[in-house]
């Protein structure tokens, strides 16, 4: 397979605290960047992101996108919380997303 060209993510506001690292390469059909996106073994890159920066996620729980945006990668963004907590988390931003965005700032691009 021919490797991905252009970068591995951008950085821009998306109305969190902190800018978001948003992939740009193979993403499944739920937004989630992957690494290796023809592998037996599914690799989500905000999983590796979280390990590489905060060590291994622990046995049983998920990691909470706190931005609610799935592509981002910013381990900063990514909780360790229990799948019902995930899951409740995700139903009340959806209640409250359309009142609360911010416009986001022009990209900066990174490569990583």
């Not at 800018?19 to 960047?33: E, F, I, L, S, T």
């Not at 592998?39 to 060590?55: C, L």
């Not at 360790?80 to 997303?97: D, E, S, W, Y």
Request: with cysteine; glycine share 6%.
């Amino acid at each position: 397979m021919p490797k991905a060209k252009g970068p591995v993510y951008l950085i821009e506001d998306r109305g969190h605290d902190t800018p978001c690292w948003v992939w740009q390469r193979y993403k499944d059909k739920h937004g989630y960047g992957l690494l290796s996106p023809n592998s037996p073994y599914e690799r989500r890159a905000h999983r590796e992101y979280f390990k590489r920066a905060r060590g291994y996620l622990p046995y049983g729980l998920d990691l909470d996108h706190l931005c609610r945006v799935t592509s981002c990668v910013n381990p900063a963004h990514l909780e360790p919380v229990t799948r019902q907590i995930n899951i409740h988390r995700g139903k009340m931003a959806a209640l409250i997303a359309p009142n609360n965005k911010k416009p986001s700032r022009p990209a900066q691009i990174i490569c990583a």
